[in-house]
Antibody, heavy 120, light 109 residues
């Protein structure tokens, strides 16, 4: 059974860079034609797609965040990572890593989510 | 950019009642790329419906999805106590872009 687990600091200062890693277990991140993605949810609000990456390194980002987002993959560690620069309080959210289905792009696997608070 | 608008924002119903949730897209969406999720407090969303009408693995048959083009519906035929939650629709556009609706909260009346 595929499992995804987010890790990283729960508190980030304004103007700094948020960094999270998603560790995939129960399957290889590079063994099949899947993209791997990040989604966030501010407290009490809805879901926002941040971006996705293919194991080869091809990336797609939400245009509203593109200037601040970098997603990378480390196939040797079966991990992919998110960096969001110049954060503000508006970036406070639960961050989920996820795997969309390769045909219909519905998200059939989610991490448990990790709350990142931006505060000094 | 396709915008998904869900209505109503909140649905107040009693157990055993029928729930009808709407998801309207600003442009036509391929039915193949329309999904519904359930989210309970403190939990990640759970996939309910994909391809507009196919139930995900393990999802009870009281959940059904329908629609095409710009109008999609999630129906819960008879609400069970565990169904009170927030529901989101999601569509896939091009370039791996995923878009979510704002959600409908189904609360106990």
């Amino acid at each position: 059974q595929l499992q995804l687990q987010e890790s990283g600091p729960g508190l980030v200062k304004p103007s700094e860079t948020l960094s999270l890693t998603c560790t995939v277990s129960g399957g290889s991140i590079s063994s099949s034609s899947y993209y791997w993605g990040w989604i966030r949810q501010p407290p009490g609000k809805g879901l926002e797609w941040i971006g996705s990456i293919y194991y080869s390194g091809s990336t797609y980002y939400n245009p509203s965040l593109k200037s601040r987002v970098t997603i990378s993959v480390d196939t040797s560690k079966n991990q992919f990572s998110l960096k969001l620069s110049s954060v503000t309080a508006a970036d406070t959210a639960v961050y989920y890593c996820a795997r969309p289905d390769r045909d219909g792009f519905q998200i059939d696997y989610w991490g448990q989510g990790t709350l990142v608070t931006v505060s000094s | 950019e396709i915008v998904l608008t869900q209505s109503p924002g909140t649905l107040s119903l009693s157990p055993g009642e029928r729930a009808t949730l709407s998801c309207r897209a600003s442009q036509s969406v391929s039915s193949s790329y329309l999904a519904w999720y359930q989210q309970k407090p403190g939990q990640a969303p759970r996939l309910l419906i994909y391809g507009a009408s196919s139930r995900a693995t393990g999802i009870p048959d009281r959940f059904s999805g329908s629609g095409s083009g710009t109008d999609f519906t999630l129906t819960i035929s008879r609400l069970e106590p565990e169904d009170f939650a927030v529901y989101y629709c999601q569509q896939y556009g091009s370039s791996q872009r995923l878009t979510f609706g704002g959600g409908t909260k189904v609360e106990i009346k």
